[in-house]
């Protein structure tokens, strides 16, 4: 079980705008019902359980309680919606350098919505937006990581990869606040935010296959362009795309 009395200690700013449930539906649903009451900025839902949890494309996400962290925060952006859309690859930005700097972790994002470490998935990020606030669900793999039985699909968690103490409690405090700051700052930020993201772009320099506008692409990455699409050399000819889905390494 989560320790709400050692987060606490650990993040008392964070403890007083968290909501802890042994087992919810969905985090995302439940931060877009605080929202929907008026929930503030930076309001967080957190559970040990999901039995409806969700990622991009109607994935399912799974973890074992005790195993990661699943959480959801409730964002109500002072920029304009047209900007809305850097939120989800701030927030994988704020993580990857979150556990970079804290353990060295050498986590990468993988675009649009997922962090990798070791070529292996650690985390994804799920945004959801609404009229006025964006919901950013988040779930990571920290004590172990769940046996998918399909080698392309291997995971791994936070205490695979690193030496030392490691706590859930730890990890959330520094992935709510590494999220939140760079969220924050991806309005004014956003260029410096890329430059970042083009040195951990788990993609860069590989050869992909993936689906975009209802067609199947395969091409050479080159990077991300300056609203943070996906640069793909397809057939001799440079392309941007803003979506992809089911993207797999050749």
């Known amino acids: 079980m989560f320790d709400l009395r050692q987060f606490a200690a650990l993040a008392p700013d964070w403890y007083v705008r968290l909501h802890y449930h042994d087992e919810l539906d969905s985090t995302n649903d439940e931060a877009r019902r605080l929202a929907e009451a008026g929930a503030e900025h930076g309001t967080v839902v957190l559970c040990d359980h999901q039995t409806a949890g969700r990622g991009r494309r109607g994935a399912s996400w799974v973890c074992e309680p005790g195993d990661g962290l699943l959480f959801s925060m409730v964002v109500r952006p002072t920029f304009p919606q047209t900007m809305w859309s850097r939120i989800a690859l701030a927030s994988g930005i704020g993580i990857t350098e979150a556990l970079n700097h804290k353990w060295a972790a050498e986590a990468q994002v993988k675009w649009p919505n997922d962090i990798y470490i070791q070529n292996?998935?650690?985390?994804?990020?799920?945004?959801?937006?609404?009229?006025?606030?964006?919901?950013?669900?988040?779930?990571?793999?920290?004590?172990?990581?769940?046996?998918?039985?399909?080698?392309?699909?291997?995971?791994?968690?936070?205490?695979?990869?690193?030496?030392?103490?490691?706590?859930?409690?730890?990890?959330?405090?520094?992935?709510?606040?590494?999220?939140?700051?760079?969220?924050?700052?991806?309005?004014?930020?956003?260029?410096?935010?890329?430059?970042?993201?083009?040195?951990?772009?788990?993609?860069?320099?590989?050869?992909?296959?993936?689906?975009?506008?209802?067609?199947?692409f395969t091409g050479l990455v080159t990077g991300l362009n300056a609203e943070g699409a996906l640069l793909v050399e397809v057939d001799g000819e440079a392309k941007s795309f803003s979506q992809a889905a089911e993207i797999t390494l050749i």
């Open 120 to 216: 292996r998935k650690c985390a994804g990020i799920l945004t959801e937006a609404r009229e006025d606030f964006v919901i950013v669900g988040i779930g990571i793999n920290v004590m172990s990581a769940p046996s998918s039985g399909d080698a392309r699909m291997d995971a791994v968690a936070v205490a695979d990869v690193v030496s030392g103490q490691i706590s859930r409690e730890l990890v959330l405090a520094l992935l709510l606040q590494g999220v939140l700051d760079e969220v924050e700052a991806c309005a004014e930020g956003f260029d410096g935010q890329l430059r970042r993201l083009q040195q951990h772009c788990y993609l860069r320099g590989k050869r992909i296959r993936f689906v975009a506008h209802e067609k199947d």
